[in-house]
């Protein structure tokens, strides 16, 4: 006879389960994945499947060999930990390098600390971020985007994100008027995905997208985009309205880079982002802020993905000092 375990109360009855919601976020992400494939060709669907496939790979080595216990690589985690690292790297970045950085992402990131939900950074991110610093030049060459039906054998050239452009105008001595028209009709190229950058920042609608579903579904939450976005238009925006030749508008910072990738996908990780609505909004707002300081005033153009991860280190904090109220308790 089975014996039935129940914890205590209060219990909550309800049809979602990890492996519902890892899926759903993969659904979600589907959009963003055709349009990289539309642009990038067969580049992109390499650097996806090498990506996943690797993850799946090194999660169910490490828990059959290493840790000896039960594999749940069908669980999907290590989907979105395989689609993510290839949405944060480039469509031309070489196969060893795509599997050293699922390595990590799943060795180091997750599997260090006892597998999913024991994590405390993004995996992806922790992959991310070390094949940046391992391999700058690889990591930061961007092929340019070209629609499927136009493509040739010169589309192998490359070429800066609008970003990069910005960063090197101003290092330059440049206004941003004077380096805006260098990035010609950059609001439709980048809400389409006519633009070069990794995988999953060429589009933002199609990004969008998948946010407007995983609200759907209820797989996110409001508090960590809206504190991330805010923080952004607030900080942005006093720098520019400050010195508008040299600070660019925010909308600019939104649409670039890797910002509504990170905002929606990544800061928004059950795992490592705060359980209180309190510190999910300070979570956001801290990533936001950081994000806009290292863009402004450091020497690599992007943010989201330090910024991600530093306000990931700041979760057990948040979680202690903003603690929801137990069940039943009284208020003084």
């Known amino acids: 006879m089975s014996l039935l375990t129940i914890s205590g109360s209060p219990h909550i009855h309800g049809d979602q389960s990890v492996k519902k919601i890892m899926y759903g976020v993969i659904y979600a992400m589907i959009p963003a994945m055709l349009v990289s494939i539309y642009f990038f060709g067969i580049d992109a669907v390499r650097v996806l499947l090498i990506s996943v496939i690797s993850c799946l790979l090194f999660e169910y080595l490490i828990q059959k060999y290493l840790i000896k216990g039960e594999t ?24 060893g390098i795509i599997i050293i950085g699922a390595f990590v992402a799943i060795g180091i990131g997750k599997m260090s600390f006892g597998g999913l939900g024991k994590n405390v950074f993004n995996p992806a991110l922790v992959g991310r971020v070390f094949l940046l610093i391992s391999f700058p030049v690889q990591m930061t060459s961007w092929p340019i985007a070209k629609p499927l039906f136009v493509k040739s054998i010169t589309d192998a050239i490359t070429g800066p994100t609008p970003l990069g452009i910005m960063k090197e105008g101003l290092y330059a001595g440049k206004t941003v008027q004077e380096i805006m028209p260098e990035i010609p009709n950059y609001v439709q190229d980048l809400m389409i995905g006519y633009q070069g950058g990794s995988l999953g920042e060429v589009s933002a609608f199609a990004l969008i997208i998948g946010a407007i579903y995983m609200f759907y579904r209820k797989i ?75 863009r ?10 330090f910024a991600i991860l530093i306000m990931n280190a700041f979760v057990p904090l948040l979680n202690k000092g903003f603690k929801p109220k137990r069940f039943g308790e009284t208020v003084n």
């Open 220 to 294: 996110i939450t409001w508090q960590i985009p809206t504190a991330f976005l805010g923080s952004v238009i607030v900080f942005s925006g006093i720098l520019w309205l400050v010195n508008p030749q040299h600070y660019v508008d925010p909308l600019f910072h939104i649409i670039t880079g890797g910002m509504i990738l990170g905002v929606f996908y990544m800061a928004t990780d059950m795992v490592s982002s705060p359980m209180s609505s309190k510190g999910q909004i300070i979570f956001g707002l801290g990533a936001g802020i950081i994000t806009i300081i290292i």
């Open 72 to 95: 749940t690589i069908n669980d999907g985690s290590a989907i979105i930990t395989g689609v993510l690292l290839a949405f944060n790297v480039p469509s031309n970045l070489p196969i």
């Open 296 to 305: 402004v005033f450091g020497a690599y153009p992007e943010g989201v993905s």
